[in-house]
């Protein structure tokens, strides 16, 4: 379950997820979204660790084997042979090599990428359009009581849990509401 | 009496305008087209219309309906070729370069940039089709097995642009994408029917949230560090068709590293010069400011010395050695095309070094115009005089000859200049020609704070 409280400037915003946090929400149940970014710490704190380059990795480790396979495997595979000249030429087997490599750790990018956002969702998330017109939202997810939210490296218990957390979702709800209202939102939709 | 000393008080820019009506003023070229922009668009599909008569003209009668024959069997078509692939060089080069610098005057640059570089890399890649001949058969050249029992030599040159320009096309086509991403949801929230459903399909359901912000940040300087060596490669080999010949006048190592500074010299006057259209067009005045384009015309003016550097180096070493065959193709290129290496010279070196060392004519958008687009001309003439001369003075004297374009070559060259604009009006008709999430990140990030007696802006940045 999430509620996403909509706040017509950045000052009410960060006011609503200080009172989020004092409350006993964790970071990790709250995001900001906006149409334009902000910098870490201004709205909400995010995660800086991200793996998408590991798939970029994977990507060019895949495009060097298959560009390498494309030059010299077929040029073995299927020789042409011209004067006294080698059956697999080491310069452009080293160009097709390159240009397949840079093509797969691009493409490699962009899927990891999606993949780490977790955009290309089938199901419609909770979104209001005036976030495109200059309003920030602040989203809140609830869990289960006592479940634990996130746990980061370093984080101590409480923080993975939050003590909020002892509420019923619909309770958490509540307050989160009654804390972004007195914080200034505009209004609140909830999931 | 209190010695209390009261707190500085940081402010939002006088000059600061919500984020709707930022919205309003550079999405209004997503508004419904004017009849003028229907005449434009009719125009320039007539143009095209008529490249493809004369492309049919070729395909149904035969290549001796161009002027290219013995000796001079790479022309105004290759010359297309070289020229488009040099033009789309520098959008993305910019765009990245700048993107990994974080120069905050590129924000308003980048798309355009962008967009120029897929539209000029498309362009480019039909020439060698084009060339080809027996274009109908243009797939024996994609490796795939057959019944033919024939694998594409990768020994050819002709395989390593394709493989080079297959990957540009490919890997600018999803930077330009990337960059467009957190704006076709901006798009979508804004648009009502079919046009909402397929901006939303290609927003791929972005919010926004912080998350998501992190992640495509890290994205876009990666993607930014991926695509410059990809775009150096690309010219660099189109230097190799050349330069890995026994041509006089080709074989060089210098060719890679000069034709890159020459597709970037053509590059950044060509994005200069879609900056005015669009300025222009779109009533962008206000954020396509001076200072844009003053920091274009010093890119201009350093990558103009440069190309003027390596030019020099080029001909100054071949004048010293005297070898009589190299010395022959510089003497029949001087004498022959005298007027047209004038206006190269003149185009790409005189005229960018004399014009952009002051100030007042970087700033002064008319002389831009009319340096940048001189510069393009002067571009297509050097590549015109690097095929043509040389292939006309091979090493045999007894077979030598000359070039002229025929109607059908300039038809078509006329088509792809024309098929350039056609994609790039629709683009701009179609999605966002300035990047507003880049352009109201800077705005959301200025205020004005007080140091002295003044109050002065200052932007919120990260490390």
């Known amino acids: 379950m999430e509620t996403i409280g909509i706040f017509a400037d950045v000052e009410s915003a960060g006011r609503a997820v200080t009172g989020l946090v004092k409350a006993g929400f964790v970071e990790a149940q709250i995001t900001s979204l906006t149409s334009v970014a902000y910098p870490d710490g201004v709205l909400v704190k995010v995660e800086q660790r991200s793996w998408f380059r590991w798939v970029a990795l994977a990507g060019a480790a895949v495009g060097a084997v298959a560009g390498f396979c494309l030059a010299a495997g077929t040029a073995w595979l299927y020789p042409v042979r011209t004067g006294d000249k080698p059956i697999i030429a080491l310069f452009p087997t080293g160009i097709v090599t390159f240009e397949i490599t840079m093509l797969f750790a691009i493409i490699g990018t962009m899927v990891g990428m999606f993949l780490e956002m977790r955009l290309v969702s089938r199901r419609p998330r909770l979104y209001d359009p005036a976030i495109a017109e200059g309003c920030i939202g602040i989203s809140v997810s609830f869990y289960l009581p006592g479940e634990v939210v996130v746990c980061r490296r370093g984080d101590a218990d409480e923080e993975c849990i939050g003590a909020i957390a002892n509420l019923s979702a619909r309770e958490q709800r509540e307050r989160a509401e009654g804390i972004m209202g007195q914080a200034g939102a505009l209004r609140t939709i909830t999931e | ?463």
């Not at chain 2, 930022?22 to 922009?37: F, I, K, Y």
């Not at chain 2, 330009?176 to 901006?186: E, I, V």
Request: aromatic share 14%; proline share 6%.
């Open chain 2, 1 to 463: 009496m209190s010695n209390a000393h009261p707190t500085p008080q940081v402010t939002r820019p006088p000059t600061a305008k919500s984020a709707t009506a930022v919205n309003d003023e550079l999405l209004s070229s997503l508004n419904a087209p004017t009849r003028s922009w229907y005449a434009l668009v009719a125009l320039l599909s007539a143009a095209v219309a008529w490249g493809l008569i004369a492309f049919g003209w070729q395909v149904t009668h035969g290549m001796y309906v161009t002027g290219i024959n013995r000796p001079v069997m790479w022309g105004f078509y290759i010359t297309g070729f070289v020229f488009w692939v040099g033009l789309s060089h520098s959008g993305t080069m910019v765009s990245s370069i700048l993107r990994l610098s974080r120069a905050n005057w590129r924000r308003p640059i980048l798309r355009s940039a962008e967009a120029m570089t897929v539209f000029c890399i498309a362009v480019a890649g039909l020439f060698p089709l084009i060339h080809l001949g027996r274009n109908w058969i243009f797939f024996y050249m994609i490796p795939y097995p057959n019944q033919r029992g024939l694998w594409p030599n990768f020994r050819s040159p002709l395989l390593w642009d394709m493989t080079a320009i297959t990957a540009y096309i490919i890997g600018s086509s999803l930077f330009l994408y990337l960059g467009m991403l957190p704006d076709l949801a901006l798009v979508r929230d804004r648009s009502h029917g079919w046009r909402r459903d397929v901006y939303a399909l290609l927003a791929m359901g972005w919010r926004g949230s912080a998350h998501e912000w992190a992640v495509y940040h890290k994205a876009s300087t990666l993607m930014a560090a991926l695509i410059i060596p990809v775009a150096v490669s690309v010219h660099s080999i189109v230097a190799w068709d050349f330069a890995v010949t026994v041509v006089p006048g080709w074989h060089s190592t210098i060719f890679p590293p000069y034709f890159v500074i020459g597709a970037i010299l053509s590059g950044v006057a060509a994005v200069i010069t879609l900056m005015i259209v669009i300025r222009r067009a779109f009533r962008l005045e206000e954020y396509l400011t001076a200072l844009h384009f003053d920091n274009m015309g010093k890119i201009l003016l350093v990558i103009s010395l440069l190309w003027s550097y390596a030019y020099f180096v080029e001909v100054q070493t071949t004048w010293y050695a005297h070898e009589p065959i190299e010395w022959e193709v510089f003497s029949f290129m001087a004498d022959r095309y005298s007027w047209q290496l004038a206006v190269m010279l003149i185009g790409n070196s005189l005229l960018p070094i004399f014009t952009m060392c002051f100030k007042r004519l970087r700033r002064c958008i008319p002389v831009l115009l009319a340096v940048t687009m001189l510069v393009n001309v002067g571009m297509f003439i050097e590549r015109f005089l690097i095929i043509v001369p040389s292939l006309s003075h091979k090493n045999m004297p007894f077979a030598w000859g000359s070039y002229s374009p025929s109607w059908v070559e300039i038809s078509v060259n006329v088509a792809a200049l024309a098929g350039f604009s056609l994609l790039f009006t629709l683009f701009a008709k179609f999605f966002p020609i300035v990047a507003v999430t880049d352009v109201r990140e800077l705005e959301a990030r200025k205020a004005q704070v007080p140091l002295g007696r003044a109050e002065l802006p200052s932007l919120a940045v990260e490390d």
